[in-house]
């Protein structure tokens, strides 16, 4: 008989996990010593959930040396460098806990103090664990197999358009899993675009995940490419008609959405910009 699946969610995993390791940490111990390196780590004191005012999904405290290793769980939420930085705070090394090594992001390899360990590898310390791989594995984790693909796309991506443009994999504000693009900048002008799933849920598990290409020309929100002169042209919008007579054409109805451009918010406060977009949408 098939058992059920109970721990399906982040919260109930993580808990079930942390029981796993206040019953028999040992092995789960020597794991962490062979991942965070070659570090000896000292007596294993405790295990907590929620720990510190970061709220680290579990924590594992050491004494002589005091040491703490925060473990961070993530099925299908973004894992953000100020989440870990915050983390780090409270934490001397952070392990982040991945159904699958390829969801980590890009940025993580290049951290300091962090690491990578997958449900499998954990769960393997445990002969008769009471949370089974098949439970994780039944959680929902839609987005970050879909981000997982769309980061296979990076290095091709960085030889074809070379040097001086920036790729990540930041999910955009929808919180769909995406693909940025940014070109050099070219008297205060950038080239910017995404690709990003192109609807607000994920589709049910193998169905078809539409997609969106979005191109524009990002420029500063000031009087020089917003003008109050009502008869002056701002230099970006040169730039759009070119992308209208040299890559669009005649070719309207398949390449240029006729909605509204679209506002984006800059990372940095101090360079807030406005973009002129246009999408197209394709199953993939």
Not at 264 to 282: F, G, K, S
Request: with cysteine; net charge negative.
């Amino acid at each position: 008989m098939t058992a059920s699946l109970i721990y399906t969610t982040e919260p109930l995993a993580t808990r079930a996990l942390a029981a796993e390791i206040r019953h028999d940490h040992t092995r789960f111990v020597a794991a962490l010593s062979l991942i965070i390196g070659d570090r000896q780590l000292g007596r294993f004191v405790d295990v907590s959930a929620e720990h510190g005012d970061q709220k680290i999904d579990v924590a594992l405290t050491f004494a002589d040396p005091d040491y703490v290793i925060g473990i961070e769980a993530k099925f299908d939420h973004t894992l953000t460098e100020d989440q870990v930085a915050r983390e780090l705070s409270v934490a001397d090394h952070l392990v982040v806990l991945l159904l699958d090594r390829s969801h980590a992001p890009e940025w993580v390899a290049n951290r300091d103090r962090v690491s990578v360990m997958t449900w499998r590898e954990a769960l393997s310390c445990f002969p008769d664990s009471r949370l089974t791989l098949a439970e994780v594995q039944a959680a929902r984790a839609g987005k970050s197999a879909v981000e997982a693909r769309l980061r296979q796309l990076i290095d091709p991506a960085r030889q074809r358009l070379g040097d001086g443009w920036r790729i990540d994999s930041n999910r955009g504000g929808s919180g769909m899993p995406a693909i940025n693009f940014y070109s050099p900048e070219f008297a205060g002008e950038q080239l910017r675009a995404v690709l990003q799933v192109a609807q607000r849920a994920m589709p049910p598990a193998g169905e078809p995940v539409p997609l969106r290409f979005s191109v524009g020309i990002s420029v500063r929100a000031d009087n020089k490419s917003y003008p109050r002169d009502a008869r002056a042209t701002p230099p970006w919008v040169d730039a759009v008609r070119r992308l209208q007579t040299e890559v669009i054409g005649d070719r309207v109805e398949e390449l240029a959405s006729q909605h509204p451009a679209s506002e984006l918010r800059a990372r940095q406060p101090e360079d807030q910009e406005r973009a002129r977009t246009r999408p197209q949408t394709r199953d993939r």
